[in-house]
Nanobody
Framework: VKFVESGGGVVQSGGSLRLSCAAS????????IGWYRRTPGKQYELVAR???????NYDDSVKGRFTISRDNGKNTVYLRMDNVKPEDTAVYYC????????WGQGTQVTVSS
């Protein structure tokens, strides 16, 4: 499976963004998909995941501010980011949970204070 992330950019603190993750090569509707972020020198951090039945889980740092969703018809997973904070600045990636697919290029999110 190949993932292509998009939608990042520069946003002011308190603003909003919607990230998109388009999958190709396989229908991912049956899989748990996670959104991860990474900052220089650190590991990938799971921020949200969505199961095949639409169930969601969030890291405490984003709970109440981020919303993960999926459109199985478009083979795409989204991450709505509201009330962003400077500490949300990172490169964001999506990935199949439990699998070792190659990571995509990610999309840079920069939150200015």
């Amino acid at each position: 499976v190949k993932f292509v992330e998009s939608g990042g950019g520069v946003v002011q603190s308190g603003g909003s963004l919607r990230l998109s993750c388009a999958a190709s090569g396989e229908n991912v509707s049956a899989y748990i998909i996670g959104w991860y972020r990474r900052t220089p020198g650190k590991q990938y951090e799971l921020v949200a995941r969505i199961s095949s039945d639409g169930g969601t889980n969030y890291d405490d740092s984003v709970k109440g501010r981020f919303t993960i969703s999926r459109d199985n018809g478009k083979n795409t997973v989204y991450l709505r980011m509201d009330n962003v904070k400077p500490e949300d600045t990172a490169v964001y990636y999506c990935h199949r949970y439990y699998y070792t697919d190659p990571w995509g290029q990610g999309t840079q999110v920069t939150v200015s204070s």
